[in-house]
């Protein structure tokens, strides 16, 4: 059974700083891409940031680039994202997602396990 737990979320003033963590297990970890989605309320689902399965090859959408950054640590089973200079739009559910396979892929329909998600508040 596959899991991935998000944490780190919270309430921040604009221009602040979160780092998002999500924890996986139940399969083989460095096998699979991963990414960040967010969904806030009455939008749909919004991809954020991938990584391969090496952590060699990421991706940011263009609305958080030079702001947030993937990583991930395949000792720990982690994939982080580290979000610098908020603001108040960037207020949502964060999703942590696996890839199927060690690609990753910009929209949500390929991968195959979700997080809980974990709320993010950016105060103006």
């Known amino acids: 059974q596959v899991q991935l737990v998000e944490s780190g979320g919270g309430l921040v003033q604009t221009g602040g700083s979160l780092t998002l963590s999500c924890a996986a297990s139940g399969r083989t970890f460095s096998n699979h891409g991963m990414a960040w989605f967010r969904q806030a309320p009455g939008k749909e689902r919004e991809f954020v940031a991938a990584?391969?399965?090496?952590?060699?090859?990421?991706y940011h959408a263009d609305s958080v680039k030079g702001r947030f950054t993937i990583s991930r640590d395949n000792t720990k089973n982690t994939v982080t994202l580290q979000m610098n200079s908020l603001k108040p739009e960037d207020t949502a559910v964060y999703y942590c997602?696996?890839?199927?396979?060690?690609?990753?892929?910009?929209?949500?329909?390929?991968?195959?396990?979700w997080g809980q998600g974990t709320q993010v508040t950016v105060s103006s």
């Open positions: 997602a696996s890839s199927p396979s060690s690609h990753y892929y910009t929209g949500p329909d390929p991968y195959d396990y």
């Open positions: 990584i391969s399965w090496s952590g060699q090859d990421t």
